[in-house]
T-cell receptor
């Protein structure tokens, strides 16, 4: 079993839809959870960062962590064509360095106008 | 402010040739990372440096790969000899070693094709 699993998609939704992106993981020591967004032919950029369990909201984006289920989610409300990108989850354990960051393979999202 | 700068953006070479990828991290960042991204394997860490010192190179696929960081503002990733299976996008990223979220700032990548 891979440490981090992420459905690669592709996921296609109409503009205005609510999008749910998910990752599961196997290492219960993971404490830091991140979502990176990667536009085509660009490098990933940090979108959301969460420590331990709970929710975090930033504008149209909400990140959720359920450590009991080893499951994290990213919700996008009122999706826009500009949200079309690949979304990668990433996580690491407490005390680990950025070099211990484990990435999912990414979910490709397309928002159609 | 300039972000992480990588060169070349695209490289097409023939099997057996030497390839050198270059990276200039964000000024003031003291950690530097080399990643490789493919459809099959996703984003994989190859090696990372803290304060110009290699910390973990366990992700380097084999001896054909080497990386150096001679100073805080420059790093290279070299593949010699290159093989078709090395075709991928190679990303350099930098961050602050301590404090904050430890966010990685990625360059735009070097797309390598080995024929």
């Amino acid at each position: 079993q891979k440490e981090v699993e992420q459905d690669p998609g592709p996921l296609s939704v109409p503009e205005g839809a609510i999008v749910s992106l998910n990752c599961t993981y196997s290492n219960s020591a993971f404490q830091y959870f991140m979502w990176y967004r990667q536009y085509s032919r660009k490098g990933p950029e940090l979108l959301m960062y969460t420590y331990s369990s709970g929710n975090k909201e930033d504008g149209r984006f909400t990140a959720q962590v359920d450590k009991s289920s080893k499951y994290i989610s990213l919700f996008i409300r009122d999706s826009q064509p500009s949200d079309s990108a690949t979304y990668l989850c990433a996580m690491r354990r407490y005390g680990g360095s950025q070099g211990n960051l484990i990435f999912g393979k990414g979910t490709k999202l397309s928002v159609k106008p | 402010d300039a972000g992480v700068i990588q060169s070349p953006r695209h490289e097409v070479t023939e099997m057996g040739q030497e390839v050198t990828l270059r990276c200039k991290p964000i000024s003031g960042h003291n950690s530097l990372f080399w990643y490789r991204q493919t459809m099959m394997r996703g984003l994989e860490l190859l090696i990372y440096f803290n304060n110009n010192v290699p910390i973990d190179d366990s992700g380097m696929p084999e001896d054909r790969f080497s990386a150096k960081m001679p100073n805080a503002s420059f790093s290279t990733l070299k593949i010699q000899p290159s093989e078709p299976r090395d075709s991928a996008v190679y990303f350099c990223a930098s961050s602050l070693l301590a404090g904050g979220t430890g966010e990685l700032f990625f360059g735009e990548g070097s797309r390598l094709t080995v024929l």
